[in-house]
């Protein structure tokens, strides 16, 4: 049986063919889109005890989650990153809530109504509010998102996560604190 295809055809289909250099850039930008690097520091320093209005019209403070493992999560609907990062921030709230974790989602947004409705529809349970100016400055600013802080039992931030954040990170990063 001859093939069916003529020269130029052949040499077309060439052209299309990807190299292996083209599919290693287009895997390594499919892996940055879903697992998107992220910079851990360590941190050693007090929270100041701001306050935070949750959307439920709640007032919480730093201070009245000293004896929890906290994530502080600065964040805003419009941010793929951030809408990529939450259903594992979700599954981590559900498996360690009880055992003495918190999280504070604060979107850097001004719009209460709009977070609400976003945590709402994607049936997010852990609680979230706006970050005020003076949140963010509490925090050393929030002049990206999204950003994360892992504050201990004794109210010290731990850990600064620029980027997103993921269910292994979390557990590598808070179980060892909520063991101190």
């Given at each position: 049986?001859?093939?069916?295809?003529?020269?130029?055809?052949?040499?077309?289909l060439k052209?299309?063919?990807?190299?292996?250099?083209?599919?290693?850039l287009l895997?390594?930008?499919?892996?940055?889109?879903?697992?998107p690097?992220?910079?851990?520091?360590?941190?050693?320093r007090?929270?100041?005890?701001?306050q935070m209005?949750?959307?439920d019209?709640r007032?919480?403070?730093?201070a009245?989650l000293?004896?929890?493992?906290?994530?502080v999560?600065?964040w805003?609907?419009?941010?793929p990153?951030?809408r990529?990062?939450?259903?594992?921030m979700?599954?981590f709230?559900?498996?360690w809530?009880?055992?003495g974790?918190?999280?504070?989602a604060?979107?850097?947004?001004?719009?209460?109504?709009?977070?609400?409705?976003?945590?709402?529809?994607?049936?997010y349970?852990?609680p979230?509010?706006?970050?005020?100016?003076e949140?963010?400055?509490?925090?050393?600013?929030a002049n990206?998102?999204?950003?994360s802080?892992?504050?201990?039992k004794?109210?010290?931030?731990?850990?600064?996560?620029?980027g997103q954040?993921y269910y292994?990170?979390?557990?590598?990063?808070v179980?060892?604190?909520?063991?101190d």
């Amino acid at each position: 049986m001859k093939n069916a295809l003529g020269p130029k055809a052949k040499i077309w289909l060439k052209k299309l063919t990807p190299s292996p250099v083209t599919l290693l850039l287009l895997g390594l930008i499919v892996y940055v889109w879903f697992r998107p690097p992220a910079w851990v520091s360590d941190e050693q320093r007090p929270v100041p005890n701001v306050q935070m209005m949750l959307t439920d019209g709640r007032v919480v403070s730093m201070a009245s989650l000293r004896g929890k493992v906290v994530l502080v999560n600065f964040w805003a609907t419009w941010c793929p990153y951030c809408r990529h990062e939450m259903p594992d921030m979700q599954a981590f709230y559900r498996d360690w809530h009880a055992r003495g974790f918190e999280i504070l989602a604060l979107s850097i947004e001004d719009n209460p109504a709009l977070v609400a409705a976003f945590m709402e529809k994607e049936k997010y349970t852990f609680p979230a509010g706006l970050a005020s100016a003076e949140v963010q400055q509490a925090f050393g600013g929030a002049n990206r998102v999204p950003l994360s802080f892992i504050v201990d039992k004794k109210g010290v931030i731990r850990h600064k996560v620029s980027g997103q954040v993921y269910y292994a990170r979390l557990e590598g990063l808070v179980a060892p604190l909520l063991k101190d």
